[in-house]
C-alpha cells in the first residue's frame, strides 16, 4: 500500500494494531487498488490451493473497506471498515466494500445462528399450535404479512374467509403476546419467517 501510495505521490497513514492494519488511503487512487489487487490476489491463490508470496500458512488477509469520507467524517469510515471487515470474515470472502453491504438484501446477514435462534424462539410457540392441528397459523401469519396485512388478498391467497383469517391473527396475537399493530412486532415477525423458511 505504501509503495503504491509513494510512486503515485499519495499520502497515506497506516496504522499497524498487532495482526491488524488500518489504513488512510485516497479515494480511487493508487494505494486503494493495490489494496484490492493483494485482496484479489488471495482469494485467486486460495481458489487455486496456491501459496501467497510472502505470507505464512497461517496467514490470511481479509479487508474491510469504508466509504469515501472526509477527515471530519474518519470516525464513521472507521466504524463502516469494521463492519465491512466482520460480514468479510462471516462470508470468507477476501475483500468487502462497505457499499456493498447496502447494494444487496439484507436477508443474507440474516444466516447467523443467534438471529436463526431468536427466529426460532419467536415462532416456537406457533408452530407449535399447528403442529396439534387447530390451525394453520405460521401460513396464515406469512400470507398476511406478504399482503401488507390486507384482509381480502391475504384471505383468498389462503383459501380461507376473512373472518377465518382475523380469527387467526387475533390467535396469533394471544400466543405470541404481541400486538400485530406494532410495526416493530411485524418487522420481527416477517423476518423471522424469512430467516426460517425453507430452502
Known sequence: IESAAARAGEAVLAVPDGDRLTALVRDGGAAAAACARYAAAWESARADDEVVPGAGDEDELV???????????????YRQAEQALSVARRRGRFFVEHEQ?????VLPLLADDA???????????LREH???GRGDLVASLRAWLSRHGQWDAAAADLGVHRHTLRYRMRRVEEILGRSLDDPDV????WLALKTTAPD
Not at 479487508?63 to 469510515?77: D, K, N, W
Not at 411485524?186 to 415477525?189: D, N
Open 63 to 77: 479487508v474491510g473497506l469504508s466509504a469515501p469520507a472526509g477527515p471530519i467524517a474518519a470516525a464513521t469510515a
Open 130 to 132: 399447528d403442529a396439534t
Open 115 to 125: 438471529v436463526k435462534a431468536f427466529a426460532d424462539g419467536l415462532l416456537r410457540a
Open 101 to 105: 453491504l447496502a447494494a444487496g438484501s
Open 186 to 189: 411485524r418487522m420481527e415477525l
